[in-house]
């Protein structure tokens, strides 16, 4: 697993975590902004770097893969943990892990997990989503609408599941949603938000209820008037003075 820095000079780290499917690089806009200040951990989630043959194995997995590589980089404690989408559930496994200390965390439209068997099996169908996207670009521009993301942004996905196995895809979209969380969860001492898309409040309806029903204390977010991912990738500016002030 490789996690890219930037801004070494600065003091305050911050560990952002991408979203499914997607090269990390997309986050390289608001990196760029925030790097200026802050430390920038950026995590390449394994099965999504073309640099890599590495596969993605679970939620678990990588996130105790993630909470490791950090470690190595001499990492202590985390001032702010970023998480999108796949990358908001493994921040959250890694807040239940409670292995690298979180002073606060950003959870993105974050995936829940399911505990109903008869959800699980329904999501697990054979119309899963991220096999519709390896096969149709245009599958990719419904949950990224090109008016709202910036069409380059959506090409690189598009190219990065051309390369992703049918295995990766399938433990992606499967761990995502069927991760455990442990039944008492302790997160004290950390300022926990979940932040969704306006647009996308009905899509994430369980995942909010499940957020807020098991991490006490949590700040929910609405983002009025996005969509999935439009804060991060459209707004790199505003973003990154949003999660600046946090820093504070």
């Known amino acids: 697993m490789k996690i890219h820095e930037f801004g070494e000079q600065n003091r305050g780290n911050i560990v952002m975590i991408h979203g499914e499917c997607m090269p990390w690089e997309l ?50 404690h985390i001032d702010l943990l970023y998480g999108f989408s796949l990358g908001g559930a493994l921040a959250m496994r890694m807040l239940a892990d409670g292995a690298v200390p979180i002073v606060h965390a950003v959870i993105d439209a974050g995936s829940a997990p399911r505990e109903s068997k008869g959800i699980l099996d329904s999501l697990f169908a054979p119309s899963n989503p991220l096999k519709r996207g390896r096969s149709s670009r245009s599958a990719i521009d419904k949950l990224f609408p090109p008016q709202k993301i910036n069409a380059a942004a ?5 190219l990065l599941m ?14 995502m949603y069927g991760y455990e ?17 306006s647009e996308e409040a009905d899509r994430l309806k369980y995942d909010i209820g499940y957020v807020g029903s098991r991490f006490p204390g949590v700040i929910m977010r ?18 990154a003075g949003d999660i600046g002030r946090r820093m504070l």
């Not at 959506?154 to 598009?158: L, M, S, T, W």
């Not at 609405?222 to 973003?239: D, T």
Request: hydrophobic fraction near 35%; charged fraction near 20%.
């Open 162 to 175: 051309q390369r992703m196995s049918g295995n990766t895809t399938d433990r992606i979209f499967r761990s």
């Open 154 to 158: 959506a090409d690189k996905i598009y």
């Open 181 to 197: 969380l442990p039944e008492t969860l302790s997160v004290q001492g950390c300022t926990i938000e979940y932040w969704y898309g």
């Open 222 to 239: 609405p983002l009025s008037g996005m969509c999935h991912g439009e804060y991060v990738l459209s707004f790199p500016e505003q973003f």
């Open 27 to 76: 986050f390289g806009d608001a990196i760029g902004i925030l790097s200026r200040r802050f430390h920038i951990y950026a995590v390449a989630v394994p099965g999504h770097d073309i640099a890599s043959d590495e596969e993605f194995t679970s939620v678990e997995d990588v996130a105790s893969r993630i909470e490791l590589t950090l470690a190595k980089h001499g990492v202590s």
